[in-house]
């Protein structure tokens, strides 16, 4: 018997089941003996270090080993410091694998930062011998190691440095016979996290700062707080990238570093009553905060949802239990996160993960939260992985949000994961919308879901005045407008020659109808505030051949090309794909036209209209410059901007009661999606454009263009009658056994032809034949219906084409059983020759349909 861990360990108990949170191809859960040391610490989620063939890999502790332990047992080398993985998070892991046809590893992965599994740097500590006879007399090289490792130990890279190579090969047999143990040791070790304050001594703004204007308008931000602290964490939030910034402002003695427990500094909330509605919603959340309850809070834009759930907050806070707060995007929720900053800074404070964060960075948070040291977290959908090891509640703000889907593998949905660790877990979860998602609403009617309605603002202001325009009557006009942009679609253009080419008229219909426009100009001149909203990144949509009918599109994916003017060039939004774009039509020479429009467009138009007027717009391609989100959303607030165009980004929670007029550009841009949720989407982004509208004294109004005027779905968003849209919608679903009712999936193949087409019809077929045969029995039983294979709406997309079957059950356990069989079916036999060339992807509960 030569190993130790082996003989100290004879029995099962000792023995763990450990899953290996690696690279693809490793084992999905392996048998470790636990050393006596480790024994009281080793549970269920306990991180490890385990050494796997001749690497040492992180893993987590499933559980006891089962009965048949494997002939050769090696040991768990260590814990990993802090980061202890709550059970009910590990189960939550367990049950998105099943549910979600995935490998365990992938939602592990997930749950685990990189920077917490792999190691910074190897400490070797010697582990006191007790003289036991079976441990086999060390080399000479270990013999050397082991006097040489003082009792706190040293890094490996030293000792392989002292001793040669050879060194690291004995530290791991050293390792393997339980007489020392390597581990990981953070290089850094955690630093307080500090909050500013400005010196009550200096002028407002000081006259040397003028030139640095960011740091003038950082220290404006914080001298606005005084005699408050503002915490590093809510600057970084509101000004990205600011870290050096701060530095200086307190190496120039204008600002204090103050410790957060010095809590006096620290602003505190601002106390106000509940309205009565308010009240009553919080009352159930609070009533048995220690259960499993799930709530919708539906309640019209500016009702005071947040209020609502920060109260529960506190209320879960102050049972000591931790709080998860998860947000449909971080970067857009400073006024969130600022008064949760506020509320919670003197108890433990918060931490919030966002995609932002360096690697570094998030593993500090996140062992910083696993540790129970900072015991509320507010994230975007993978938050909902955050550790906390004692969850009293968990909200999910904005929970009809789209982007709480993950579109890549794991493909999950947050809101449904944190309703399920809510449940795990044993306590409150709190889903809070204007505009619920149907499946959501549905769960609330029928009972699942408690229902909790906030129907007025929180101010009684009313909510804003829709008008719906039509723009039909403007498709027949076939000459540009006279008040279309006097600036010419010119595009700078590489060769001498060619300088000045231009695609040519001005794309056609302009953006603004005269309605719109005369309303733009009139909140101008009142001194209001225009938020103008189109789902469409660019300057023209795309680039048609008026006599041949050819649009220009992209090479790897089947959509057309969109015109980006400011880059000059001609781009494909799914693959990113761009070049300088064609003046003249390259099958009959015509001069092209750019058509239809995207915000780049609007936001000429606007500044054509208004030349005088402060105009900005915030797309993904203006948000990517660093800042320039941060300060955009800062000047409107501030009121430094008459016009803001956007996408959907400017969509959600920017509450500024400046604004008094929202313009929906093009409501028809959602509407006409390929998509069974197309009506659904169309009546949240009016409903929560519309809520942006009319926050202070005065009333709102919200112009919609449409080439639909009469669509139900905008005729009830523009009475704000949720109700009546979703008991419509609701009727539609049933018929179609479209979720709420009935179950759906998504199996995506993507390959090469004709592989592709072959390989998707064996697998319809396949699914086809085991649907007759086996009826009633094993896998189906229950209501299935297959739809497909069809080309998927894009067919092609960065080079492979693409192949859709839909799969729809009326009860999730049928279809777990019919996306094994697909499964088993799609993979295939490692034989085949054609291994490879096609990727099966299964999405459960699609969201995207493209
Ligand atoms: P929602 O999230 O429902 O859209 P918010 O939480 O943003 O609404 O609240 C809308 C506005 O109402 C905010 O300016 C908020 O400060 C204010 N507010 C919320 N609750 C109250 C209250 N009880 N009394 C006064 N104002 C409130
Ligand atoms: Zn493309």
């Not at 304050?197 to 606005?224: I, K, N, S």
């Not at 204090?256 to 505190?268: F, G, K, L």
């Not at 090891?389 to 949000?401: I, K, S």
Request: include cysteine; glycine fraction near 8%.
């Amino acid at each position: 018997m030569k190993n130790v861990a082996r003989d100290a360990v004879a029995s099962a108990q000792h023995c763990a089941q450990v899953a290996v949170v690696g690279r693809g191809g490793a084992p999905s859960s392996l048998t470790y003996a636990v050393p006596e040391a480790l024994a009281a610490r080793v549970v269920p989620g306990s991180a490890v270090t385990i050494p796997l063939g001749p690497r040492r890999v992180i893993g987590i502790v499933l559980g006891p080993a089962g009965d048949e332990l494997p002939a050769k047992l090696r040991p768990i080398l260590d814990l990993v410091p802090d980061s202890q993985v709550p059970e009910e998070l590990l189960r939550l892991a367990t049950w998105a694998a099943r549910y979600y046809q995935v490998p365990l590893q992938s939602f592990l992965r997930a749950i685990l930062p990189p920077s917490v599994r792999s190691s910074h740097r190897r400490q070797v500590r010697p582990i006191a011998g007790d003289g036991g006879t079976t441990i086999p007399p060390p080399t000479a090289l270990e013999a050397r190691i082991l006097a040489r490792l003082p009792e706190s130990g040293l890094g490996l890279e030293q000792l392989v440095a002292e001793l040669g190579r050879g060194a690291a090969a004995a530290v791991r047999r050293l390792a393997a016979d339980g007489r020392v143990v390597v581990e990981d040791v953070a290089v850094a070790r955690r630093a307080e996290p500090t909050w500013l304050r400005a010196r009550p001594a200096c002028p407002e703004t000081p006259g040397d700062l003028g030139r640095a204007r960011r740091q003038a308008e950082v220290y404006a931000f914080v001298a606005a707080r005084r005699p408050h602290a503002v915490s590093r964490a809510e600057l970084e939030e509101r000004f990205p990238g600011s870290a050096r910034l701060l530095a200086r402002l307190v190496e120039r003695g204008l600002c204090d570093e103050i410790r957060p427990d010095d809590a006096a500094a620290v602003e505190p909330a601002g106390e106000r009553e509940l309205t009565a509605a308010q009240s009553a919603a919080l009352a159930p959340i609070v009533a048995a905060l220690g259960s499993f309850a799930t709530f919708l809070l539906f309640g019209v834009t500016g009702s005071g949802k947040t209020e609502v759930y920060l109260r529960a907050a506190s209320a879960a806070r102050a049972a000591g239990a931790g709080v998860l707060v998860l947000v449909p995007e971080i970067a857009l929720t400073h006024q969130l996160v600022g008064e949760t900053y506020r509320r919670f800074a003197a108890t433990g404070g918060v931490a919030v993960l966002h995609s932002g964060l360096g690697e570094a960075e998030r593993s500090r948070t996140w062992r910083d939260v696993a540790s129970g040291r900072t015991p509320v977290v507010i994230g975007a959908r993978s938050a909902v992985f955050a550790p906390l090891p004692r969850l009293g509640l968990v909200v999910v703000d904005e929970e009809h949000d789209a982007a709480y889907k993950q579109e890549e593998s794991p493909r999950y949905n947050a809101r449904d994961l944190a309703v399920m660790r809510g449940k795990l877990a044993g306590c409150r979860v709190v889903l809070a919308s204007a505009t619920p998602a149907l499946e959501s609403y549905q769960a609330a009617r029928s009972g699942r879901y408690r229902l909790l309605e906030l129907a007025e603002r929180a101010n009684a202001a009313p909510l804003p005045a829709v008008q719906i325009i039509d723009l039909r009557a403007r498709r027949v006009d076939p000459e540009p407008r006279p008040r279309a942009p006097t600036t010419p679609l010119v595009l700078p253009a590489g060769g001498a020659s060619d300088s000045g080419a231009r695609i040519g008229r001005a794309p056609d219909p302009f953006p603004l109808s005269p309605t719109l426009e005369a309303a733009i100009a009139d909140t101008y001149r009142a001194g209001e505030q225009t938020l103008l909203f189109l789902n469409r990144r660019g300057y023209a949509r795309f680039i048609q051949c008026a006599a041949c009918g050819h649009v220009e599109s992209c090479p790897n994916c089947s959509v057309s090309l969109t015109v980006h003017r400011a880059r000059a060039a001609a781009v494909c939004h799914h693959c990113g794909y761009a070049r300088r774009p064609t003046s003249r039509c390259p099958s009959c020479d015509t001069v092209l036209d750019a058509r239809s429009f995207g915000t780049e467009q609007v936001e000429a138009a606007v500044r054509a209209l208004l030349p005088a007027a402060r105009v900005a717009r915030l797309d993904r391609d203006s948000s990517g410059r660093a800042g320039f989100l941060g300060r955009t959303i800062h000047a409107w607030r501030a009121g430094e901007l008459d016009v803001l165009v956007g996408t959907q980004m400017i969509a959600k929670g920017h509450d500024v009661p400046g604004v008094t007029l929202i313009g929906v550009i093009l409501a028809d841009a959602s509407l006409n999606f390929p998509d069974f949720r197309a009506a659904e989407r169309t009546f949240q982004l009016i409903a929560q454009v519309a809520g942006r509208a009319g926050r202070g004294a005065k009333p709102g109004r919200v112009l919609v263009q449409t080439y639909q005027p009469e669509h139900p779905s905008l005729l009830a968003a523009s009475r704000h009658d949720f109700a009546s849209f979703a008991e419509r919608e609701l009727a539609a679903r049933a018929e179609l056994h479209y979720p709420p009712f009935g179950r759906l999936s998504r199996i995506l193949l993507e390959g090469e032809e004709p592989w592709l087409s072959e390989r998707a019809g064996a697998l319809a077929a396949g699914l086809r034949r085991a649907a007759t045969a086996s009826a009633p029995r094993e896998p189906a039983g229950g209501f299935v219906q297959l739809l497909g294979p069809a080309p998927a709406p894009i067919e092609k997309l960065r080079g492979r084409h693409r192949i859709q079957l839909l799969v729809k059950t009326d009860d999730h356990r049928t279809m777990s059983r019919w996306l094994a069989a697909a499964r088993a079916i799609a993979t295939p036999r490692p034989a085949s020759r054609e291994r490879g060339t096609v990727r099966t992807i299964i999405d459960v509960d699609p969201v995207s349909m493209l």
